[in-house]
């Protein structure tokens, strides 16, 4: 009888890509560069957002953006026109998600140390990316008003993996069947520590929040 082995290639993936998000996550410690990760599904908002809070920002700290598409460069050009900060393009040649070597590879060459906050905006995607580290010092998650307030049923890691939550697009709030205390409370469930973020950037409406809970961070992040 021949022998037979399993393998768990995703386990072993996932604990190399761990073991690397925690060598940069310390690495950008050292340097005092704060790393944010920002996920969401396709459409939530994420560049808009990006664009209004850097405007915030830009003038109080240095900042830096990473924008990760499988294959276009309109975001980053959106930025880049828009916010006037460095912003380079990752392309992931098809993967639905940024791991930590991905990551690692596009802030050395952006060149961390000229940054205190270095925005990472992730494949639009609420499946994949929730599952691997980035190195990231804060995983922001945004979720549309669009979008229902179901999400965090349907898709509970990238609930748990979540630190902030952003709720986008909160002007369309009387069009759409959507819950605030609902959403949250279901948040809740998954994750204790979450805050939240209700906003409207088309409005500027609740980013100035957003922005100053940043700066908070990034001043304890140095200490």
Do not use: W
């Amino acid at each position: 009888m021949s022998e037979m082995r399993v393998i768990k290639v995703k386990q072993s993936v996932l604990a190399n890509n761990d073991a690397r998000a925690a060598k940069l996550r310390n690495e950008l410690k050292g340097k005092g560069v704060f790393l944010i990760n920002v996920m969401s599904s396709p459409g939530a908002g994420k560049t808009t957002l990006l664009v209004n809070l850097i405007n915030k920002l830009k003038t109080k700290l240095k900042i830096g953006v990473i924008e990760a598409d499988m294959d276009a460069i309109v975001d980053a050009e959106t930025v880049a026109s828009k916010t006037g900060v460095k912003t380079i393009q990752l392309h992931t040649s098809g993967e639905c998600h940024l791991d930590a070597k991905m990551v690692n590879e596009a802030v050395d060459f952006i060149g961390e140390e000229k940054f205190d906050i270095l925005f990472l905006e992730n494949i639009g995607n609420l499946v994949c990316p929730a599952e691997f580290d980035t190195g990231a010092a804060l995983n922001l998650v945004l979720l549309s008003v669009p979008e229902g307030d179901d999400k965090p049923l349907k898709y509970p890691l990238m609930f748990e993996k979540g630190n902030a939550f952003v709720f986008t697009k909160m002007d369309t709030l009387s069009v759409f069947d959507f819950d605030l205390n609902k959403v949250e409370e279901r948040i809740m469930r998954l994750n204790s520590k979450a805050v939240f973020f209700p906003t409207s950037a088309r409005k500027d409406e609740g980013v100035d929040t957003l922005a100053d809970y940043l700066i908070r961070l990034v001043e304890d992040y140095k200490k």
